[in-house]
């Protein structure tokens, strides 16, 4: 997979691309998420999971209560969003947070605008596709990692923690199970 990314003001980005190398420090896997850390308001938060699959980038309630965001900067959100199996989720409204993401050596900081909703679920924040858009990113569930270009023309590549990861997934599959069943 390779994606070419364009610049804003026109100048040439890196390839995004996954090599066999990337694979090297992955454990096998069946269909394990791609779930990452990322640090806002100056914690790290864990447990996020990036999906291609929508278009909100979601912070939960739970998750805005735990890092002792203010109500007060939170603004009217008019809209639904609805879930896998077409529940209606409660959004309690939204905000914008400077959000890093780094491998440890570089990093890249951008404002997301997070939709708050009022639902449980084993994450703490999801990110889809206009995040991935606005940083030009590129995820690879085989290969288990996320790679943007960094702004002094690098690439910053994430890798996912599977274990969490994994654990999510079963988490997230037993509580649909419960629904449904």
Same mark, same amino acid.
């Given at each position: 997979?390779?994606?070419?990314?364009?610049?804003?003001?026109?100048?040439?980005?890196?390839?995004?691309?996954?090599?066999?190398?990337?694979?090297?420090?992955?454990?096998?896997?069946?269909?394990?998420?791609?779930?990452?850390?990322?640090?806002?308001?100056?914690?790290?938060?864990?447990?996020?999971?990036?999906?291609?699959?929508?278009?909100?980038? %979601?912070?939960?309630? @739970?998750?805005?209560? *735990? =890092?002792? !965001?203010?109500?007060?900067? &939170?603004?009217?959100? $008019?809209?639904?969003?609805?879930?896998?199996?077409?529940?209606?989720?409660?959004?309690?409204?939204?905000?914008?947070?400077?959000?890093?993401?780094?491998?440890?050596?570089?990093?890249?900081?951008?404002?997301?605008?997070?939709? %708050?909703?009022?639902? @449980?679920?084993?994450? *703490? =924040?999801? !990110?889809?596709?206009?995040? &991935?858009?606005?940083? $030009?990113?590129?995820?690879?569930?085989?290969?288990?990692?996320?790679?943007?270009?960094?702004?002094?023309?690098?690439?910053?590549?994430?890798?996912?923690?599977?274990?969490?990861?994994?654990?999510?997934?079963?988490?997230?599959?037993?509580?649909?199970?419960?629904?449904?069943?």
């Amino acid at each position: 997979m390779t994606v070419e990314a364009r610049m804003p003001n026109h100048q040439s980005k890196p390839t995004l691309c996954f090599t066999s190398s990337d694979l090297e420090d992955m454990v096998s896997h069946e269909d394990d998420p791609v779930v990452i850390s990322v640090v806002t308001v100056g914690r790290k938060v864990h447990r996020v999971l990036i999906d291609q699959g929508t278009s909100a980038d %979601v912070m939960f309630w @739970s998750t805005f209560n *735990n =890092l002792q !965001l203010s109500p007060d900067q &939170l603004k009217s959100y $008019d809209g639904c969003l609805f879930g896998f199996a077409g529940d209606q989720v409660e959004v309690r409204r939204y905000f914008e947070l400077r959000t890093t993401f780094s491998d440890g050596t570089i990093a890249r900081t951008i404002n997301i605008r997070y939709i %708050v909703v009022n639902a @449980s679920s084993a994450y *703490n =924040l999801l !990110l889809e596709r206009p995040f &991935l858009n606005r940083l $030009d990113a590129v995820s690879s569930t085989r290969h288990m990692k996320m790679k943007l270009p960094s702004l002094d023309g690098g690439v910053v590549t994430i890798k996912s923690d599977q274990k969490t990861a994994r654990k999510c997934y079963e988490s997230s599959l037993k509580s649909k199970r419960g629904k449904c069943c």
